[in-house]
């Protein structure tokens, strides 16, 4: 069976063959660049967030410390993630140990979405401001 002509770049400025993933090499994506950079975001290296997610879940019993909810050995089990009590947009310490804690994911999810909330208006809030 014949295969299907190589197609141009997707990058609507390119005019080369695609390679791969629709795109010629110049343009491919760059690996982990949507990946969650600890160092970038609080200067934290990745070492040291590991240190510090083993010392509190030795320090909470590896328990969220919204619902007690105990961390599960069963490989299937998303694992706890170490989050800010205090985000650091509302003043909290990126480093320190008593303003960080473990969260199982249902807890994680409900306080993500509550602190989007609160900086998303917070941000109107700003916005309105400088207008008047």
């Known amino acids: 069976?014949?295969?299907?002509?190589?197609?141009?770049?997707?990058?609507?400025?390119?005019r080369e063959l695609a390679t791969k993933r629709a795109r010629c090499d110049e343009h491919q994506p760059i690996a982990w660049?949507?990946?969650?950079?600890k160092q970038a975001r609080y200067g934290i290296s990745s070492g040291e967030w590991r240190t510090l997610k083993r010392k509190v879940t030795t320090r909470d019993y590896g328990c969220c410390y919204r619902c007690g909810?105990?961390?599960?050995?069963?490989?299937?089990?998303?694992?706890f993630?170490?989050?800010?009590i205090t985000p650091i947009f509302?003043?909290?310490?990126?480093?320190?140990?008593?303003?960080?804690?473990?969260?199982?994911?249902p807890c994680d999810?409900?306080?993500s979405k509550a602190e989007a909330a609160r900086a998303n208006a917070a941000r109107v809030d700003r916005r309105r401001a400088q207008t008047n």
């Open 109 to 111: 999810e409900i306080k």
């Open 33 to 37: 660049a949507g990946r969650d950079n």
């Open 69 to 79: 909810a105990a961390t599960r050995d069963a490989p299937d089990d998303e694992p």
């Open 90 to 105: 509302e003043g909290g310490s990126p480093r320190d140990v008593d303003n960080l804690g473990l969260l199982c994911p």
């Open 81 to 84: 993630v170490l989050d800010h």
């Open 1 to 14: 069976m014949p295969t299907a002509p190589r197609s141009r770049c997707s990058d609507p400025t390119c």
